[in-house]
């Protein structure tokens, strides 16, 4: 009887967490559905088809406002790629996605914002921005091989 209620317990665990991040996933693939179905590649390419500073920022800031989970964000980045996006913008965009979530950074200021140890709070502040300046700047490398600009010409 122990084994049968652990695992209906664990049955239950894992339904909650899946009805829990239901919405991310409906957000993410709805998004990329759209942008799939309502965007033409000449707005994609105006909007997000160069790599330069204010569209790699315009880029994370639609990543931040999205804020889906990590599978959606990836097919959505794949979507906007596909479209037209440049492939820093779009890389930029899913880290953005996934890890400038707005709520998860004001959790983590105010817990470690209130801790002696000041400095890992700044830290945790600033890895969001430092990690799409680590995209930003290596997917520009990635691009510079011209690995990725035969997919454009499809």
């Not at 652990?6 to 239901?22: D, R």
């Not at 921005?129 to 691009?143: H, I, K, M, V, W």
């Given at each position: 009887m122990h084994v049968a209620s652990a695992i209906g317990n664990s049955l239950y665990e894992a339904f909650s967490m899946f009805w829990e991040t239901l919405w991310a996933l409906v957000l993410g693939f709805g998004l990329s559905g759209a942008v799939q179905a309502f965007v033409s590649r000449s707005r994609m390419r105006a909007a997000l088809g160069d790599h330069r500073p204010a569209t790699v920022g315009k880029?994370?800031?639609?990543g931040m406002v999205s804020s889906s989970c990590s599978y959606a964000a990836a097919a959505l980045a794949k979507s906007l790629f596909a479209r037209g996006a440049d492939f820093t913008a779009s890389m930029v965009f899913m880290f953005a996605s996934t890890n400038l979530v707005v709520e998860l950074g004001i959790v983590l200021w105010l817990l470690l914002a209130r801790q002696p140890w000041q400095s890992l709070g700044s830290v945790a502040r600033s890895s969001g921005p430092g990690n799409l300046e680590l995209a930003g700047t290596g997917s520009?490398?990635?691009?510079?091989?011209r690995r990725v600009s035969s997919h454009h010409a499809r």
């Amino acid at each position: 009887m122990h084994v049968a209620s652990a695992i209906g317990n664990s049955l239950y665990e894992a339904f909650s967490m899946f009805w829990e991040t239901l919405w991310a996933l409906v957000l993410g693939f709805g998004l990329s559905g759209a942008v799939q179905a309502f965007v033409s590649r000449s707005r994609m390419r105006a909007a997000l088809g160069d790599h330069r500073p204010a569209t790699v920022g315009k880029a994370g800031l639609l990543g931040m406002v999205s804020s889906s989970c990590s599978y959606a964000a990836a097919a959505l980045a794949k979507s906007l790629f596909a479209r037209g996006a440049d492939f820093t913008a779009s890389m930029v965009f899913m880290f953005a996605s996934t890890n400038l979530v707005v709520e998860l950074g004001i959790v983590l200021w105010l817990l470690l914002a209130r801790q002696p140890w000041q400095s890992l709070g700044s830290v945790a502040r600033s890895s969001g921005p430092g990690n799409l300046e680590l995209a930003g700047t290596g997917s520009s490398d990635y691009r510079r091989r011209r690995r990725v600009s035969s997919h454009h010409a499809r």
